[in-house]
Structures are given as C-alpha cells and as structure tokens.
C-alpha cells in the first residue's frame, strides 16, 4: 500500500502569506495525485487534480506540481476564505490513500 | 447539477448492519466509477471503496473488506454500500465520491454505539 505523508499538519499564516503544504508518496504515483480543501462541517472540495492542474473555478492563487514522489500546494496570496484543511489523496493504486491533512490557521 | 446525495445514515449498535445509499443527479451515473470515502469525528479522510461503471470490478479498505459490500443500480442512478458486522471504530461520516473524484456528496453519518 502506497503511504502518504503531508507536511506540516499545522499551520499558522496571515492574510496575504505565501503558504506551501508538501505530500511525499511512499512510491512513485506519477502525476496520480488531487488536493482537497475542507471546511468544518463540510465536503471536501478539489483545488488541484493530475498535481498541477487547477480546477474549474477556484481561484489561480492555488497551485499543485510536483511528480512521482513529492508534491507540493502553494497558495500565492492567502485569503480569508482560505483558512481550512488541507489533504492530498493519492490514486495511483488501491487502496487510495490521504494525507494526514494539514489546518491551515490565521495567526 | 451534479449532485450526489447519501442517506441511509444513523444510530446501530455493534455487530449490526446498515445500508448506505447515494442518489446521482446531473450527469450519467452509468459513465463513472464512484467512491465511498469516509471519516471519523475530528479526524481526516479515509477511503473506504470504489466499484467500476458496470459492477463488474470492486476494491476495498483492508479494514471493511469482507464486511462491507459496494453496489450499483445504474438504471436507478443510486449507489448503495451495505455494512454488516459494524465495530464503533466504522462510527463516521460516509462519503459517495465520483468517478475521478472530482465531485462529492455532504455526507451520511454512522454511529455505531451501544
């Protein structure tokens, strides 16, 4: 089974901070990897999908790259809206897999 | 739209069983793969099992296989997860996920307690 593991699983950021969230896969995944956000009480939504390609309608601030084994999130600007739960999901291979995900807080 | 809608959620004791249903709208249930992704209170997301278009191929979590069992009725839009011999640690709330999944629904919460 493919193990991913997401750094930090914390974070605390300001209003216009340049945040990056980093996935490592256990094995190669190729670009087989999505970014979700979450907010309490709700469904996770995909920002990213194929690592590095941005979902229709969220913001350009966010972007994905990274292949193989290491990927990365960043988000250029933070907004408020942005404060949430980050997890990357792999599906590479069953079983699917997430990050441990990653609270994003405003300092 | 695209919509997906889960019910089927609620209170069972251990041992017990369940069955989870997702209802699709606004798009053609029969051309996509789907998902149940699920996660516990105040933890992150796990994914539980996906069933191909035509039922025909299934995978599972090591920790439901043998009690868990996906479905499809493709005629009727619906996806269902049947959950038997139910452990308080299954206790979550249940997501149907589509296809590549890209579009998922609010959830069905499950508690299992005595």
């Known amino acids: 089974d493919i193990q991913m593991t997401q750094s930090p699983s914390s974070l605390s950021a300001s209003v216009g901070d340049r945040v990056t969230i980093t996935c490592r896969a256990s094995?190669?995944?190729?670009?087989?990897l999505g970014w979700y956000q979450q907010k309490p009480g709700k469904a996770p939504k995909r920002l990213i999908y194929?690592?590095?390609s941005l979902q229709s309608g969220v913001p350009s601030r966010f972007s994905g790259s990274g292949s193989g084994t290491e990927f990365t999130l960043t988000i250029s600007s933070l907004q408020p809206e942005d404060f949430a739960t980050y997890y990357c999901?792999?599906?590479?291979?069953?079983?699917?897999?997430f990050g441990q995900g990653t609270k994003l807080e405003m300092k | 739209e695209v919509q997906l809608v889960e019910s089927g959620g609620g209170l069972v004791q251990p041992g017990g069983s369940l069955r989870l249903s997702c209802a699709a709208s606004?798009?053609?249930?029969?051309?996509?793969?789907m998902h149940w992704v699920r996660q516990a209170p105040g933890k992150g997301l796990v994914w539980v099992s996906r069933?191909?278009?035509?039922?025909?191929?299934?995978n599972y979590a090591d920790s439901v296989k043998g009690r868990f069992t996906i479905s499809r009725d493709n005629a009727k839009n619906m996806l269902y997860l049947q959950m038997k011999s139910l452990r308080a640690e299954d206790t979550a709330v249940y997501f149907c996920?589509?296809?590549?999944?890209?579009?998922w629904g609010q959830g069905t919460l499950v508690t299992v307690s005595s």
């Open positions: 999901l792999q599906h590479n291979s069953y079983p699917h897999s």
């Open positions: 069933i191909n278009s035509d039922a025909s191929s299934t």
């Open positions: 194929a690592a590095s």
């Open positions: 606004g798009f053609t249930l029969s051309s996509y793969w």
């Open positions: 094995q190669g995944i190729r670009n087989d």
């Open positions: 996920v589509r296809g590549v999944l890209d579009y």
